[in-house]
Nanobody, 114 residues
Framework: VQLQASGGGLVQTGECLRL?????????????MGWYRQTPGNQRELVAL???????TYLNPNETRFVISRDHAKNSVYLEMTTLTPKDTAIYYC?????????WGEGTQVTVSS
């Protein structure tokens, strides 16, 4: 299984970005796809997950700036990020879990300037 993420970049405070991630390979019917992010010196943290049955989990349920969605036909997951702030600057990683298997994409850099 390979994950290809795209959509990162440099934006200004208040702007938006949409991250995309497509999974290729032996993808099972039951899986969880989502996004994590990591800043230098810190552990990778969950941003959002969505299962193949549509169950969505956010690290912060009160965070309404980020919205995760999936296109099951394309084995893809998306993250709409709005009203970005410099605190959102990180490398964002796509993740897929199916059974005991865990896969990571290479990461896409999101940089938000003040």
């Amino acid at each position: 299984v390979q994950l290809q993420a795209s959509g990162g970049g440099l934006v200004q405070t208040g702007e938006c970005l949409r991250l995309s991630c497509a999974a290729f390979g032996n993808i099972g019917s039951f899986n969880i796809m989502g996004w994590y992010r990591q800043t230098p010196g810190n552990q990778r943290e969950l941003v959002a997950l969505e299962s193949s049955s549509g169950i969505i989990t956010y690290l912060n349920p009160n965070e309404t700036r980020f919205v995760i969605s999936r296109d099951h036909a394309k084995n893809s997951v998306y993250l709409e990020m709005t009203t970005l702030t410099p605190k959102d600057t990180a490398i964002y990683y796509c993740n897929l879990r199916q059974g005991s298997e865990v896969y990571w994409g290479e990461g896409t850099q999101v940089t938000v300037s003040s």
